[in-house]
């Protein structure tokens, strides 16, 4: 069985950088790795993450929301996650379950039991061997996350970073007292 590594935490925080700079060490060391993320670490998964980002979607109900996650990640722990664990690679994930429990849960207000039973089902009971939550004010990286899109071109902020920053306020609350327990 290979190793699991979660980077989980609000916008901007530095996840993907982190995330890359692991890779790069491990590759180094020649440990075989897998990197991906959520949502969209398949070509299904691709699918999703454009439908869950897209500013246009700002009418999207919560619940669809939590469930196109659930589903991204159903395809992304059968297509992805599962085959290289079982073939002794590290996998290192951009995003897990915590980031659902974070931004629906805590951001969204939705019901935490039914989370952890969509994500317990979406990842065949799979859990991280090691989560690190990096952490930084929500103000600090709505900023990075903007001046990010603005470096790279993108025209448009997701439709997360539009969210009012007491949304990523909320998030970032949910994601510290994940940590806690």
Do not use: W
């Amino acid at each position: 069985m290979g190793f699991f590594i979660t980077f989980e935490g609000i916008e901007g925080c530095g996840k993907s950088t982190q995330v890359k700079l692991l890779a790069a060490l491990l590759k180094e060391a020649g440990t075989p790795c897998v990197v991906t993320r959520e949502p969209g670490g398949t070509k299904i998964g691709a699918k999703i993450r454009e439908i869950l980002l897209n500013p246009d979607n700002t009418g999207m109900a919560p619940e669809a929301e939590l469930l196109l996650y659930a589903a991204d990640r159903a395809q992304h722990v059968k297509e992805t996650i599962k085959p290289a664990l079982d073939s002794g690679r590290v996998v290192i994930c951009d995003r897990f379950t915590d980031a659902t429990m974070a931004y629906q849960g805590s951001g969204r207000g939705l019901d935490m039991a039914l989370i952890r039973e969509l994500n317990r089902i979406a990842s065949l009971g799979i859990t991280p061997d090691l989560t690190l939550l990096l952490d930084c004010p929500a103000e600090t990286g709505i900023e990075r996350a903007l001046d990010r899109n603005s470096r790279n071109g993108n025209a448009k902020d997701d439709r997360f970073e539009r969210e009012a920053m007491a949304f990523h306020q909320k998030v970032r609350d949910g994601y510290l007292a994940i940590a806690k327990e």
